[in-house]
């Protein structure tokens, strides 16, 4: 069993709506979560974070959170073509590790005009 | 506002060659981590690094990698023999509470 679970997609969008994410991990160790945005070719740049069970709203973007449920998603309202990107989901700390940092593989979002 | 770079933004190297990547970790943050991705991969945890010594690392982060934060600013990962394998994006990151942010990445190429 994958550790952070991601649906690889791509998840098309049209420009205005909103992108619903989904991520769901296998370790209930794990206590901080993260959202990620990846450009083709660039870095991970950081979304958001969250780490207590409900949701957490920064802008067009909030991060829900289940423990019980070992899921996390993430909603991009107002969809912008700018938004087309993979986004990583991750999880920090395991059964074994506490400080080690696991990606999803991504989820791509394509937001057509 | 502060950033993690890196350099060198590519580099090119001949299986079995000694590689150094090099890393600025934003100022004020005390965790340091170098990840990478092969391409259309995930992104791969490698190591961790707190207080001058290292805190985790993967099963990835064998003999064949280290380490070294030498002075008060740089924090290197060094590659000893490479191999075909290891040709990735290389992404430092550094850390505070509870937000980490990424370098640009160096693009090593075995050949």
């Known amino acids: 069993q994958k550790e952070v679970e991601q649906n690889s997609g791509p998840l098309s969008v049209p420009e205005g709506a909103i992108a619903s994410l989904n991520c769901t991990y296998s370790?209930?160790?794990?206590?901080?979560f993260f959202w990620y945005r990846q450009y083709s070719g660039k870095s991970p740049e950081l979304i958001m974070s969250?780490?207590?069970?409900g949701d957490k709203e920064d802008g067009r973007f909030t991060a829900q959170l289940n423990k019980a449920s070992q899921y996390v998603s993430l909603l991009i309202r107002d969809s912008q073509p700018s938004d087309s990107a993979t986004y990583l989901c991750?999880?920090?700390?395991?059964?074994?590790?506490?400080?080690?940092?696991?990606f999803g593989a991504g989820t791509q979002v394509v937001v057509t005009p | 506002e502060p950033e993690v770079t890196q350099t060198p933004s590519h580099q090119v190297t001949q299986m079995g060659q000694e590689v150094i990547l090099r890393c600025v970790p934003i100022?004020?943050?005390?965790?340091f981590y170098w990840y990478r991705q092969i391409l259309g991969q995930k992104v791969e945890f490698l190591v961790s690094?707190?207080?001058?010594?290292?805190?985790?690392k993967s099963e990835i982060f064998d003999d064949q990698f280290s380490v070294e934060r030498p002075d008060g600013s740089n924090f290197t990962l060094k590659i000893r023999s490479t191999k075909l394998e290891d040709s990735a994006m290389y992404f430092c990151?550094?850390?505070?509470?509870?937000?980490?942010?990424f370098g640009p990445g160096t693009r090593l190429t075995v050949t």
């Open positions: 100022s004020n943050h005390l965790y």
């Open positions: 690094f707190y207080n001058n010594e290292i805190s985790e």
């Open positions: 370790d209930r160790v794990s206590q901080s």
């Open positions: 990151a550094s850390m505070t509470g509870h937000e980490q942010y």
């Open positions: 969250i780490y207590s069970n």
């Open positions: 991750a999880l920090r700390g395991t059964t074994d590790s506490w400080g080690k940092f696991q």
